[in-house]
């Protein structure tokens, strides 16, 4: 099934640790983004990438890299930087010649810090 | 920087009534509208696009459309209580072609569908 897959469904991270949150999709969609969502928020842009190796910062991108080495993955890395991760992550995807631009989700991953 | 604005509710209607979720938007270069429905905890589908001015149909969901007002609306005809759930509005920029910056959202409006 084509589609965006997102690992782990559910993440654990203790204080001061590196964990990355992987993200693929088959959809041979040319940009991918990376999402956060607290409770009760809307959804704020940390990344972005519209072709290969070429990425963008975007609202709150301090604490946070990200790489895209290949055009079916881009995975976002929460460094110790960043001082509150405790959220809902969202990676989506689009096709630059998709007709609108519609974005598309994948599952999520919580990251809880423990 | 864009601005999304919707109201957080929660907006209670009675199983059967029409829902009317409001959003406005702050940059005039937009050019691309959505809807996206949010079960808690799961992650957002898009349930309506809209790009020019007026009125989109699609089963029972409209999307309206207004740029010289800067507001975009849905309506869900014959609201079921499936249909309770998270609204987020989302907006691109002026970018002809492609997602490029990426969507920005509103926080949402909680809808409730009574039975």
């Not at chain 1, 993200?23 to 990344?47: F, K, S, T, V």
């Not at chain 2, 589908?45 to 809209?50: G, T």
């Not at chain 2, 029972?60 to 014959?78: C, G, M």
Request: one cysteine or more.
């Amino acid at each position: 099934d084509g589609g965006i897959t997102q690992s782990p469904k559910y993440l654990f991270r203790k204080e001061g640790q590196n964990v990355t949150l992987s993200c693929e999709q088959n959809l041979n969609h040319d940009a991918m983004y990376w999402y956060r969502q607290d409770p009760g928020q809307g959804l704020r842009l940390i990344y972005y990438s519209q072709i290969v190796n070429d990425f963008q910062k975007g609202d709150i991108a301090e604490g946070y890299s990200v790489s895209r080495e290949k055009k079916e993955s881009f995975p976002l890395t929460v460094t110790s930087a960043q001082k509150n991760p405790t959220a809902f992550y969202l990676c989506a995807s689009t096709g630059i010649a998709a007709s609108g631009n519609t974005i598309y989700f994948g599952e999520g991953s919580w990251l809880t810090v423990v | 920087q864009k601005e999304v604005e919707q109201n957080s509710g929660p907006l209670s209607v009675p199983e059967g009534a029409i829902a009317s979720l409001n959003c406005t938007y702050s940059d005039r270069g937009s050019q691309s509208f959505f809807w996206y429905r949010q079960y808690s905890g799961k992650s957002p589908e898009l349930i309506m696009s809209i790009y020019s001015n007026g009125d989109k149909e699609d089963g029972r969901f409209t999307a309206q459309l207004n740029k010289a007002s800067q507001y975009v609306s849905l309506l869900i005809r014959d609201s079921q209580p499936s249909d309770s759930a998270t609204y987020l509005c989302a907006v691109n920029g002026g970018y002809s072609g492609g997602g490029a910056d990426g969507l920005t959202f509103g926080k949402g409006t909680h809808l409730i569908i009574q039975p």
